[in-house]
Every structure is written in structure tokens, then in C-alpha cells.
Nanobody, 122 residues
Framework: VQLQASGGGLAQPGGSLRLSCAASGFSLDSYGVGWFRQAPGKEREGVSCISGFEGDVHYTHSVKGRFTISTDNANNTMYLQMNDLKPEDTAVYYC????????????????WGQGTKVTVSS
């Protein structure tokens, strides 16, 4: 199982970025997948996840209505569309996958991408 995240960068408040995570060695549609982030000095938190059991989608409260998680099974890639970015969204973002994940919590995920940095600043 390998995950390769990309798409981070610098955005202004109110701007948008789209993160991508290319998966190899497994099929995304058979795994729980998620995006997590870790800001300096803070614990890693779940941003958005799709459960591997019933496909339930979860968003942490602070990103609801602004971020959208999606998967492209044909290309085995997952995405996080981030709109209306805020300075508090600044963090390193990680994609993750696990065939048993049902919660959007880092401890539920065994396979991780390398992280991509997102900075929101004017």
C-alpha cells in the first residue's frame, strides 16, 4: 500500500486548493480513506474521511461546507477540494487508508502518505 499526496502550497484567505493522493498497491474503493492534518504544536486531526464499511462521509466541524472529499476509482486517486480557506487551515495534510477504518481518527489508519504543506496567509 502506497500513497502519494500532492497539491499543497500557499493560498490567500478565501482561496482554494485541491489536494490529490494517488494510491497504489490496493483499490481505493475497498478501503476506508481519509485526509488528516497537523498544525505546528498540535496533534494530528481527522479532516474528512470516507468509511470503508458503508461509505459514510465525515467532515470535522471546522471544514463543513468548505471542504469536499472525493475519490476517482478509475484513477485510484482521492482528492480534497478546499474552498474558502482560512489561516487556521494552515497545516501539513496527510492522506491515509486502511481496510478496517470506520472512524475518522488517525489511530484507525495504518497506511499514510508523506504529507503536503498548506499555508493560508495574505
Amino acid at each position: 500500500v502506497q500513497l502519494q499526496a500532492s497539491g499543497g502550497g500557499l493560498a490567500q484567505p478565501g482561496g482554494s486548493l485541491r489536494l490529490s493522493c494517488a494510491a497504489s498497491g490496493f483499490s481505493l474503493d475497498s478501503y476506508g480513506v481519509g485526509w488528516f492534518r497537523q498544525a505546528p504544536g498540535k496533534e494530528r486531526e481527522g479532516v474528512s474521511c470516507i468509511s470503508g464499511f458503508e461509505g459514510d462521509v465525515h467532515y470535522t466541524h471546522s471544514v463543513k461546507g468548505r471542504f469536499t472529499i472525493s475519490t476517482d476509482n478509475a484513477n485510484n486517486t482521492m482528492y480534497l477540494q478546499m474552498n474558502d480557506l482560512k489561516p487556521e487551515d494552515t497545516a501539513v495534510y496527510y492522506c491515509a487508508a486502511d481496510d478496517k477504518a470506520w472512524r475518522c481518527h488517525p489511530s484507525d489508519y495504518a497506511s499514510w502518505g508523506q504529507g503536503t504543506k498548506v499555508t493560508v496567509s495574505s
